[in-house]
Nanobody
Framework: VQLVESGGGLVQAGGSLRLSCAAS????????IGWFRQAPGKEREGVSYISSSNGRTYYGDSVKGRFTISSDIAKNTVYLQMNSLKPEDTAVYYC???????????????WGQGTQVTVSS
């Protein structure tokens, strides 16, 4: 299984970014796929997950109403649209996959190399 993130970068507060996660060797129906993030000195935080098999989504409390997750099964890609970004959203964002249909997944089985998101004030 390979998960490759793209779309990170530097943006001003209030701006938007869209992250993409291209997945290979994974059957979307078998996994919940999404994102967690980690900032320096902070614990890992689940951001958002989607189960393509049942359409269920999960959003962490800190991103509800601002982030939207979606998937394109034909392209084996999951997207995270991030709007109204805040400096506290600054972190490395990792695409992650957990076996099963629960969101968030109880365990992370695979994750990518991460992409940096920096929000300036």
């Amino acid at each position: 299984v390979q998960l490759v993130e793209s779309g990170g970068g530097l943006v001003q507060a209030g701006g938007s970014l869209r992250l993409s996660c291209a997945a290979s060797e994974v059957t979307f129906d078998d996994y919940a796929i999404g994102w967690f993030r980690q900032a320096p000195g902070k614990e890992r935080e689940g951001v958002s997950y989607i189960s393509s098999s049942n359409g269920r989504t999960y959003y962490g409390d800190s991103v509800k109403g601002r982030f939207t997750i979606s998937s394109d099964i034909a392209k084996n890609t999951v997207y995270l649209q991030m709007n109204s970004l805040k400096p506290e959203d600054t972190a490395v964002y990792y695409c992650a996959a957990g076996l099963g249909r629960f969101v968030p997944p109880p365990e992370i089985d695979y994750w990518g190399q991460g992409t940096q998101v920096t929000v300036s004030s």
